[in-house]
């Protein structure tokens, strides 16, 4: 049974960091495209940072890139949101969800990634 477990979200104040963690089980990330999105209330669905350790492919948001760094860690089969310089409109439920491997295009679309985990709320505030 595949399983996505997040964790490290909290509270925080603007210019600050946190690391973000994806525990997966029933399925080896280094074999599926993995993805971060994340929801504000009253907001869509918005795809953060995506990848397909893989082949490489990887995706981030135009709000995050420089600020925002995906990883994996093989042993542990999780894959890391390292959010740094974060700011008040980073401020949602970070999801991460996983999907057979898929094209680049595709990455950022949440309607093609089938397995999904609870989420970790992140508050940026002062």
């Known amino acids: 049974e595949v399983q996505l477990v997040e964790s490290g979200g909290g509270l925080v104040q603007p210019g600050g960091s946190l690391r973000l963690s994806c525990a997966a089980s029933?399925?080896?990330?280094?074999?599926?495209?993995i993805g971060w999105f994340r929801q504000a209330p009253g907001k869509e669905r918005e795809g953060v940072s995506c990848?397909?350790?893989?082949?490489?492919?990887?995706y981030y948001a135009d709000s995050v890139k420089g600020r925002f760094t995906i990883s994996s860690d093989i042993a542990d089969n999780t894959v890391y949101l390292q959010m740094n310089s974060l700011r008040p409109e980073d401020t949602a439920n970070y999801l991460c969800?996983?999907?057979?491997?898929?094209?680049?295009?595709?990455?950022?679309?949440?309607?093609?990634?089938?397995?999904w985990g609870q989420g970790t709320q992140v508050t940026v505030s002062s």
């Open positions: 969800a996983a999907n057979n491997r898929m094209a680049l295009s595709a990455l950022r679309n949440s309607a093609n990634y089938a397995y």
């Open positions: 029933g399925f080896t990330v280094d074999d599926y495209t």
């Open positions: 990848f397909s350790r893989g082949d490489g492919s990887t």
